[in-house]
């Protein structure tokens, strides 16, 4: 295929056909700002930020979305770019609640940087924000639609990547905002809980639930006996959040004795109860099959979201959704249960906190699949803000073992089984497809 040569900021650039100005100039290593665009998304377009000057056009041109011509000569830093890129981000930020030393986002905020960035001190046109705050939807979700710049990125995400459309953009005017498609009913909307809308908002405008004040509550009650449990071997990374000046990161043994120095009771492995699902999925299929009573394939994910998914939007297959919850799902009900009983204590007097990184593990403390295992889910990401919060010196804490605890698996009995486990709703949509051409032939 002929391959396409241009210039961006006089230098040369072999491209692709196809190729946009934004994927061009990132190759030779030329940065050009983007809000509304993400590799993986469809979305682009929307925001203007990545405007650049092409030779020859009236007007300036969003590289994001315009694809490289022969010939063509790109200016990404022109004093006329530089003025309007500004300009553009002025815009958003007049209508955007710029309350930036109390908002959730502050310093991961992909607005906040483009305008320190472009040295924005100043608010040169009026604030004009959509009147609605704060909005703590569920375990999983808190909206601010007065920090919403429209980008579109959650829409994107949560129709093309969750398959749900669950969110849309809603409104008119200033008053537009991405919003659940039944306004302020979540569950209505088709919502999974998959939490992938706000990994996405590049603003304060969508974010995850922290669950750090309950797990403070917790700690503090004399009554409540703490147990924390994690998938996972390898170290935290703090970041910056924590105050540190470098990336660092807290190697597991440290972050046990840190959680135990902070009031947890007891922190556990909870690797085993990654086999122990995988045996109890196979019983549930054996029963199945032995008593012809339910449908097969067992269909299964070890994220509770694509459970949601096949619940709400796969109606059929409801029949094949196994019973058996997912490894985190099943470690918090074993704690209530066995663990509690060897304990001597009663379940409600027992916290289980998971640490996950998976975002959709939070909306169980709402939303269980089967009874109540989870109380408190803390994502990877609120490590370093609960470490900031104790001003803990690192150097200080001694490192520490997992706690024991008896987690019995039964011997496999090498019977065939046919279980699919979906890692997330593409896959599903991609199963059912294939099954679907199967049946037509
Ligand atoms: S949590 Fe997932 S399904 Fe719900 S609105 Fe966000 S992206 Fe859509
Ligand atoms: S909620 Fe966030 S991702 Fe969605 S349109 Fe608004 S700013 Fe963009
Ligand atoms: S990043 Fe190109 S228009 Fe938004």
Redesign the pocket.
Known sequence: MKQINLTINNQLVVAEPGETI?QAAKRIGIAIP????REDLIT???????SVEVEGEARLM????TSVIDGMRVHTDSKRVLTARKTIVEMLLSAHNRECTCCEKTKACQLQKIADDLEILDERYPLVYIEDFRKEYNALLVREPDKCIK?GRCVDVCSYMQYTYALGMLGRGYNTCADFSKKDDIDASGCIGCGKCAEACPTGAIYPNKHLTSLWLAIDDPNKFVVMYMLREAPFDLGDTAGLKEEISLPINKAIGFFKDIGIDVVLDATRAVCLCAKQREEEFYTIQESDDGEIPLLTSDNPSVFRFLEKHKNKLRGQLSMTPTPMQLMGTYIKTYYSQKLGLEPENIITVAITDDLSNKLEVDRPVTEKSMDIVLFNDEIPVLVAQTMVDLNTIKPKEFDQIFMQIPESNNKKSNIIVFNDPEEVCAWITLSTEGNDN
């Open positions: 934004l983007t809000l509304c665009n682009k377009g929307n925001c203007r930020v990545c969003a590289a994001c979305e980008c």
